[in-house]
């Protein structure tokens, strides 16, 4: 009888260690499943991350130079305005030119 038991303890034992080692490996291959899970996440991320820095650098480039565009037409505007108001006063002051300098001529004579 006592060697049954024996045989029985060390059945038992052998039982116990093919499951500690089936566990052992079913939470080695989880761990492995869940880093590579991971790793993945991670590059999804960073590769989401750098669309979407790149999207808002090309919505900043465009309002830039929307912003740009505009100022530039504005100084055009302003341009034009100044030489069509120095255009129209030309001839008076083409006018008040000559005159003083015909003044000074006369002075001076």
Known sequence: M??????????TEEE??????????????SLSDAELEAD?????ATASAEEYKKMRLAEARQQAEKR???IVREGEQKAADL??????????A????VSRFK?????HA
């Open 83 to 92: 030489k069509a108001k120095g255009s129209k006063n030309l001839n008076s």
């Open 2 to 11: 006592k060697t049954e038991v024996l045989k029985s303890i060390r059945a």
């Open 68 to 70: 740009h565009a505009g």
């Open 94 to 97: 083409v006018e008040l030119l």
């Open 103 to 107: 003044e000074k001529l006369h002075v």
């Open 16 to 29: 116990y260690q093919s499951l500690i080692s089936t566990v052992m490996a079913e939470r080695k291959r």
């Open 40 to 44: 993945n996440l991670v590059m999804k």
